[in-house]
T-cell receptor, first 117, second 112 residues
Framework: GAVVSQHPSWVICKSGTSVKIECRSL??????MFWYRQFPKQSLMLMAT?????????EQGVEKDKFLINHASLTLSTLTVTSAHPEDSSFYIC?????????????FGPGTRLTVL | QQQVKQSPQSLIVQKGGISIINCAYE??????FPWYQQFPGKGPALLIA?????SEKKEGRFTISFNKSAKQFSLHIMDSQPGDSATYFC???????????FGAGTILRVKS
């Protein structure tokens, strides 16, 4: 299957600082990537859909000014958590859509554990 | 109508047994139904997926059964192994690779 990487795998930051998380599709091009948030023992919550070369589409209740998404190339999307606070601590996971073979499939990255002190 | 309901919440199966996880949906516009496996601290990994034009799909020990009229689909894990112990999520989407709606997840534990 296709491979998606995330960097960093974990990050600890102080309250008020900004953190950038990268999501890369390593062996395919992805015009669309998705960003999810997952709390312990819960399901994945879609935050936004990231389309290459255009503005991201945010789900209801997600603050677009707080969670900045950039999809500048066909293999890279970034999520920046601005002015992070302890309540932003979570597991952030990206996925990339692979259109190979005519059946679009979402492949997920390994996730980034964010802890805000 | 956008929900996907998954059951059971947790499941304990003996090694070599069959694990069965069920999902139900309401939106008949859903046309893609994948299953993901997630280990603690890792991202979900695609296991198997099905479209509504077939009633069953098998890949190795994993089988999806799909009942379009009942709007239900299930994952069967044959000869369950301790290494299968993980959280399993069903999902559904409309169109080609559009956003996924996830079930709540099932924590599977396979006892050796």
């Amino acid at each position: 299957g296709a491979v998606v990487s995330q960097h960093p795998s974990w990050v600890i930051c102080k309250s008020g600082t900004s953190v950038k998380i990268e999501c890369r599709s390593l062996d395919f091009q992805a015009t669309t990537m998705f960003w999810y948030r997952q709390f312990p023992k819960q399901s994945l919550m879609l935050m936004a859909t990231s389309n290459e070369g255009s503005k991201a589409t945010y789900e209801q209740g997600v603050e677009k000014d707080k969670f900045l998404i950039n999809h500048a190339s066909l293999t890279l999307s970034t999520l920046t958590v601005t002015s992070a606070h302890p309540e932003d601590s979570s597991f952030y996971i990206c996925s990339a859509r692979d259109l190979a073979g005519g059946m679009a499939t979402q492949y997920f990255g390994p996730g980034t554990r964010l802890t805000v002190l | 109508q956008q929900q996907v309901k998954q059951s059971p919440q947790s499941l304990i199966v003996q090694k070599g047994g069959i694990s069965i996880i069920n999902c139900a949906y309401e939106n008949t516009a859903f046309d893609y139904f994948p299953w993901y496996q997630q280990f603690p601290g890792k991202g979900p990994a695609l296991l198997i997926a099905i479209r509504p034009d077939v009633s069953e799909k098998k890949e190795g020990r994993f089988t999806i059964s799909f009942n379009k009229s009942a709007k239900q689909f299930s994952l069967h894990i044959m000869d369950s192994q301790p290494g299968d112990s993980a959280t399993y999520f069903c999902a559904a989407s409309m169109g080609n690779g559009n956003k996924l709606v996830f079930g709540a997840g099932t924590i599977l534990r396979v006892k050796s």
